[in-house]
Protein backbone atom coordinates (compact mmCIF):
# COMPACT_ATOMS: atom_id res chain seq x y z
CA UNK A 1 0.00 0.00 0.00
CA UNK A 2 0.97 3.51 -0.92
CA UNK A 3 0.40 6.41 1.40
CA UNK A 4 0.79 9.72 -0.11
CA UNK A 5 0.37 13.17 2.24
CA UNK A 6 0.38 16.49 -0.14
CA UNK A 7 0.50 18.92 2.38
CA UNK A 8 1.58 22.93 2.25
CA UNK A 9 -1.63 24.91 2.51
CA UNK A 10 -1.81 26.03 5.69
CA UNK A 11 1.54 24.95 7.38
CA UNK A 12 4.95 25.65 6.13
CA UNK A 13 6.22 23.01 7.40
CA UNK A 14 8.53 20.54 5.17
CA UNK A 15 7.98 17.72 7.94
CA UNK A 16 4.79 18.35 9.17
CA UNK A 17 3.77 14.92 8.24
CA UNK A 18 6.47 12.78 9.61
CA UNK A 19 4.85 11.97 12.80
CA UNK A 20 1.05 11.01 11.25
CA UNK A 21 3.59 8.36 9.57
CA UNK A 22 5.52 7.52 12.81
CA UNK A 23 1.58 6.91 14.27
CA UNK A 24 0.58 4.98 11.55
CA UNK A 25 3.93 2.71 11.40
CA UNK A 26 3.39 2.36 15.40
CA UNK A 27 -0.13 0.72 15.00
CA UNK A 28 0.76 -1.53 11.88
CA UNK A 29 3.46 -2.67 13.30
CA UNK A 30 1.02 -3.25 16.52
CA UNK A 31 -1.50 -5.02 14.35
CA UNK A 32 1.19 -7.34 12.69
CA UNK A 33 0.36 -5.63 9.46
CA UNK A 34 2.46 -5.19 6.73
CA UNK A 35 4.03 -1.55 6.33
CA UNK A 36 3.14 0.88 3.74
CA UNK A 37 4.93 3.13 1.71
CA UNK A 38 5.03 6.58 2.41
CA UNK A 39 5.77 9.37 0.12
CA UNK A 40 5.13 12.85 0.84
CA UNK A 41 5.00 16.16 -1.11
CA UNK A 42 5.14 19.91 0.37
CA UNK A 43 3.93 22.43 -2.35
CA UNK A 44 3.98 25.17 0.03
CA UNK A 45 6.96 26.63 -1.89
CA UNK A 46 6.07 26.17 -5.20
CA UNK A 47 3.43 29.45 -4.69
CA UNK A 48 5.63 32.47 -3.90
CA UNK A 49 4.49 35.77 -3.57
CA UNK A 50 1.15 34.74 -2.48
CA UNK A 51 0.95 38.42 -0.14
CA UNK A 52 0.64 39.86 -3.40
CA UNK A 53 -2.21 37.58 -4.89
CA UNK A 54 -4.53 38.04 -1.89
CA UNK A 55 -3.63 41.73 -2.49
CA UNK A 56 -5.08 41.26 -5.98
CA UNK A 57 -8.09 39.37 -5.08
CA UNK A 58 -9.34 41.73 -2.64
CA UNK A 59 -8.61 44.54 -4.72
CA UNK A 60 -10.74 42.62 -7.49
CA UNK A 61 -13.40 42.08 -5.04
CA UNK A 62 -13.04 45.98 -3.67
CA UNK A 63 -13.65 47.20 -7.50
CA UNK A 64 -16.58 44.65 -7.92
CA UNK A 65 -18.36 45.63 -5.15
CA UNK A 66 -18.07 49.26 -6.38
CA UNK A 67 -19.20 48.64 -9.73
CA UNK A 68 -22.22 46.45 -7.90
CA UNK A 69 -22.82 49.62 -6.00
CA UNK A 70 -23.19 51.55 -8.82
CA UNK A 71 -25.15 49.92 -10.74
CA UNK A 72 -28.13 49.13 -7.64
CA UNK A 73 -27.67 52.69 -7.12
CA UNK A 74 -28.39 53.46 -10.65
CA UNK A 75 -31.74 51.08 -10.98
CA UNK A 76 -32.93 52.91 -8.22
CA UNK A 77 -32.82 55.89 -9.11
Same mark, same amino acid.
Given at each position: ?????? =? @?? +??????? +?????? *?? %? #? $??? *?? &? %? #? *?? =?? =?? @??? @????? @??? &??? $? !??? %???? &??? %??? $?? #??? $?? *? !?
Amino acid at each position: MLIYFI =H @GV +AIRDTNY +AKDLIK *LI %Q #E $RCK *LL &N %Q #E *LP =HF =HT @GFW @GDVLK @GTD &NLW $R !DID %QELH &NQK %QRD $RK #ETD $RF *L !D
